[in-house]
């Protein structure tokens, strides 16, 4: 069991910068993949970023060059830090954790409960 508690959101104007943290109490934390997500009001859930547990990163091509995601497996946090604001990503940031366990053939998935970004002037 991973608990998830997204923190960093805020008001920014365009531009700025934000860094979000994701901190994840349980046990185990180095095994799972982590992402973010973000949900605009009217809009679906939407991939901004993952890092798998070997450290491989994948962004959405929205984010790319501006976002970067990280991730401190002593202190069972991630991260993301968000330059160049604009208001189109303005959303509901989330937090998730999935690991798929070869031993049980289960897929164990956390969310948080989000964190609020909004750009604008």
């Known amino acids: 069991q991973v608990q998830l508690v997204e923190s960093g959101g805020g008001l920014v104007q365009p531009g700025g910068s934000l860094r979000l943290s994701c901190a994840a109490s349980g046990s185990s934390f180095s095994i799972y993949d982590m992402g973010w997500y973000r949900q605009a009001p009217g809009k679906q859930r939407e991939l901004v970023a993952t890092?798998?547990?070997?450290?491989?990163?994948r962004y959405a091509e929205s984010v790319k060059g501006r976002f970067t995601m990280s991730r401190d497996n002593a202190k069972n946090t991630v991260y993301l830090q968000m330059n160049s604001l604009k208001p189109e990503d303005t959303a509901v940031y989330y937090c998730n954790a999935v690991y798929s366990s070869t031993a049980t053939l289960r897929v164990y998935n956390y969310w948080g409960q989000g964190t609020q970004v909004t750009v604008s002037s």
């Open positions: 890092l798998t547990r070997g450290g491989i990163t």
